[in-house]
C-alpha cells in the first residue's frame, strides 16, 4: 500500500454532465473521507464512512452529489448534472478508527466544469 | 466539529528563518494535528498533539498547545524553499457524536524565499 490513490487527476467536464470520482484508501483503513476544496479555502466536509456505512452527509451537499463504499474498500463520488459551481478538488482520505496517525490524504481529483 | 483558526494568513520569510503559525479553537479538544498542503496537491499530516501534551517535536518542527488559552502553534525551524505550503490546523473535538471528521480553516500560506 502506497497510500491513497484518485482517479482521475484532472476532470473537464460540461455543463450538465455527469461524473464519478474514484477513491482508494488504504487498505486497513475503515474510515473514508471526502472532501471539496476551492482556491484559497481549506478543504470543506462533503462525507464520510465507516467501513461501507455512510453515516454522514453534508448539509451543504445537494441531492445531485451521492457517494458509496460497497463492500467498505474503495470508495465513489458521484456528481450529476454538474454545474459551474462544482469546479474545485476532490480530495479523499482514510484513516484508522482511532486517528492516531491523522488522516491520509489522496493527491485529489480536479474537476473543471466548463 | 469546530474548524481551527490559522493566524496569520500568509506568512513570507527568508531561507534559513523561523516561522511561526498559530491556531485556535473554541471547545475541549482530545487531540489537534497540524497538515501540510502543497500548491495543488493532498494535504499530508505532520504532527499530532493530545490535550495532556503541551510540546512535542518533530525534526525541524515544534508544536506547542496550550488548552486553557485554546491555542496552538507551530513553529518550523531553518526552513527551506521546499516548506513553501498552506499549514492547516484541526482540532479534534472531545465529546459528541461527530468528532469523527476533522474540519479545516482556511490555512496559513507560507513561502519561503530562497
Known amino acids: 500500500d502506497t497510500g491513497v490513490s484518485q482517479d482521475p487527476r484532472h476532470k473537464i467536464t460540461k455543463r450538465g454532465q455527469n461524473v464519478t470520482f474514484r477513491c482508494d484508501p488504504i487498505s486497513e483503513h475503515n474510515r473514508l473521507y471526502w472532501y471539496r476544496q476551492t482556491l484559497g479555502q481549506g478543504p470543506e466536509f462533503l462525507t464520510y464512512f465507516q467501513n461501507e456505512a455512510q453515516l454522514e452527509k453534508s448539509r451543504l451537499l445537494s441531492d445531485r452529489f451521492s457517494a458509496e463504499r460497497p463492500k467498505g474498500s474503495f470508495s465513489t463520488l458521484e456528481i450529476q448534472r454538474t454545474e459551474q459551481g462544482d469546479s474545485a478538488m476532490y480530495l479523499c482520505a482514510s484513516s484508522l478508527t482511532r486517528d492516531l496517525s491523522g488522516y491520509t490524504f489522496g493527491s485529489g481529483t480536479r474537476l473543471t466544469v466548463v | 466539529s469546530q474548524q481551527g483558526e490559522e493566524d496569520p494568513q500568509a506568512l513570507s520569510i527568508q531561507e534559513g528563518e523561523n516561522a511561526t503559525m498559530n491556531c485556535s479553537y473554541k471547545?475541549?479538544?482530545?487531540?489537534l494535528q497540524w497538515y501540510r498542503q502543497n500548491s495543488g496537491r493532498g494535504l499530508v499530516h505532520l504532527i499530532l498533539?493530545?490535550?495532556?501534551?503541551r510540546e512535542k517535536h518533530s525534526g525541524r518542527l515544534r508544536v506547542t498547545l496550550d488548552t486553557s488559552k485554546k491555542s496552538s502553534s507551530l513553529l518550523i525551524t531553518a526552513s527551506r524553499a521546499a516548506d513553501t505550503a498552506s499549514y492547516f490546523c484541526?482540532?479534534?473535538?472531545?465529546?459528541?457524536?461527530?468528532?469523527?471528521?476533522?474540519?479545516f480553516g482556511k490555512g496559513t500560506l507560507l513561502t519561503v524565499n530562497p
Open positions: 471547545t475541549s479538544i482530545n487531540n
Open positions: 498533539i493530545r490535550s495532556n501534551e
Open positions: 484541526a482540532p479534534r473535538e472531545n465529546s459528541g457524536g461527530s468528532n469523527y471528521k476533522l474540519t
